[in-house]
């Protein structure tokens, strides 16, 4: 029990602030141990990065070449030490998301690789066919100069793009815990998606020519597929009693919208007050709101019913008033 009470017990804010400095400087040093072994790597990252171009970078300051090492060295590292931040990230956060850190570690660690896979697909396919084409407009005549910092800011951008991109499925996955997705209705919008996919590319893509558009809108159209099949499969599993509530919960709002209730007439107040039964007392009568207004209490009540009892029961009193 001593060691689970720690977990239960708040802590001040200024252990918090102590934590987040240990949590930043072991992402600090991360990000310092992958990017010096970027630096110590560089001549096989720049042979890596320039092999999707195939031409010689040229750069045109003094500081042109540290700059460019610098700036692949870093990126090195922070793409390796992406792991170890989300690592930090989450054990700082733990006390907050509580039992749901596993659901959102899975979620970060599906990003991830996700990621890695649009960065490959970038690389391997999409880049080079980009490049080859922007490369072909100069001709025999005009040859391209093109700039170490330039290439890196694209190639980097191009590829950040398809990282982005490769998160459809698990922003659809989002969606669908949040609020429930039926894949028919996914599917009936399909050719909206595909629309979109190629105005997006036609937006993103660098490049005018329908085969780059189409490099780019392809994994758009194929990765909303998997997204739609992951939500049926995610849906399947899902248990009987959630979609029971789901069901209704929809059920209710179709009826709500169809039904309306009739509201009764008020009843017009021209009726006169009957008069009280032999018996009966005026107390039993009168509303509670009448008697609190005039301030009457139960003792007064009783002797007026008495006094009027007895002027009724005495005689001759009778016949006059009848008279």
Partial sequence: MDSARPSTIRKPFIEHLHELRTRLVWCALAMSAGSGLGFALHENLLALIQRPLGQTLYFTSPTGGFNFVFKMSLT?????????????????????????????????????MLAYAGVLFAYIISLPAALRFLTSFG?????????????????????GGFALLFQIPLIMLFINRIKPLRPSKLMGVQRFIILGSFIVAAILTPTPDPFNQMIMALPIILLYQIGIILIWAVNRKRPATEE??????????????EVTVPLEPRTPLTHKRPRPAPGVRFADILPPTRLGAANISRAATEAVEEVVESVEQAPGLGDVAVN
Avoid: C
């Avoid at 001709?139 to 191009?158: K, P, S, W």
């Fill in 76 to 112: 090195f590292g922070l793409v390796v030490a992406m792991p170890v931040l989300v690592y930090q990230f989450m054990k700082f956060l733990s006390p907050l998301i509580g039992t749901h850190k596993f659901r959102i570690l899975s979620y970060l660690i599906w990003s991830l």
């Fill in 244 to 257: 029971a509530v789901v069901l209704s919960e929809q059920a209710i709002k179709e009826i709500s919208r």
């Fill in 139 to 159: 001709g025999a005549n005009i040859q391209a100069l093109i700039t170490a910092d330039e290439y890196f800011n694209f190639a980097l951008a191009y590829i």
